[in-house]
Each structure stands twice: as C-alpha cells, then as structure tokens.
C-alpha cells in the first residue's frame, strides 16, 4: 500500500473517496472541496515533502457523471516517489479551488484546463485563456466540441 493513504486517510478520513492501484501507480481519488488543504498536508509534511506539481490535467468522462476529472501529479524527491489524486466535478458547474497558493507551477496547468476544458479555478489569480484566442468560442478539449469545426 502506498505511503500516502494512510496519512490521507488519517487526517482527512471524509475526503478521500477512493484509492486505486494499477501497474505500480497509485491514484487517490479526493473532495474537491479539500483539495488545497490536502495537497498543502502533502507538501508541508516531512513523512510526505511531495514539493513538486508536476502536471494538472483534465478529463472529460462524458456522458458519465461526474463528467469531469481534475488529476494532480507530485512528486517527492525526498522519497523519489510519484503520487496522483484525483478530483471529479459535475458537467454542470467544473468549479475547483485553485492550488497556485500551495504550487506556483499550477498557474500555468490551470489556466490550460480552463482554456481547453473550461474548468474554473476559483481564486486563480490571472484565469484567462492561454492558448487560444481571447474571442475564442467553447473548449476544444470537451467531447461534445465538433470536430473539423462542424
């Protein structure tokens, strides 16, 4: 069992969903509502030091519901260990807290998931498009997004 599920488990026994282990990786899946209390007890304790948010990506499991998922990837040189975890939000509202407070690295990882996506970050401090043009219509990304345009 991976070292973070039962520090995850111990201090935030309501948000911790679900824990999946496949091939060696270890996907823990969260409250959206906790997620930058769990990620800040993830990088500021000396057991965890996962000081590193390599990526933030987004999902779309349309037509399932919850339809998106929000994926978190750290990593901890201390310990040379990865960990993901996981939050899934409504198709309806894809609102999350932003983490950039705890990971500088977020910044830019958030604002492609909202560009692409169209997650909100809440309290992100400069949430606008990135990649695409400010005028641009919809999230690409999405899977009801016509393809060629169409």
């Known amino acids: 069992m991976h070292r973070a599920i039962e520090f995850l488990q111990e201090r935030f ?81 894809p609102v999350i807290d932003s983490v950039v407070s705890v990971f500088s690295t977020a910044d830019f990882h958030e604002r492609e998931a909202y560009d692409l996506m169209g997650i909100v970050f809440k309290g992100h401090p400069n949430l606008k498009r990135i990649l695409l043009p400010e005028d641009f219509v919809g999230f690409p990304l999405r899977k009801e997004f016509p393809q060629r345009g169409q």
């Open 13 to 93: 026994p309501e948000d911790v969903q679900e824990v999946v282990e496949f091939r060696g990786d270890t996907t823990i899946v969260v409250n959206p509502k906790a997620i930058r209390a769990i990620l800040t007890a993830l990088r500021d304790a000396p057991e965890m030091g996962y000081k590193y948010l390599s990526m933030i990506a987004a999902v779309d499991y349309y037509p399932a519901e919850p339809r998106f998922g929000v994926v978190y990837n750290l990593y901890s040189h201390r310990y040379r260990d990865r960990l993901t975890l996981k939050c899934l939000l409504p198709g309806a509202a």
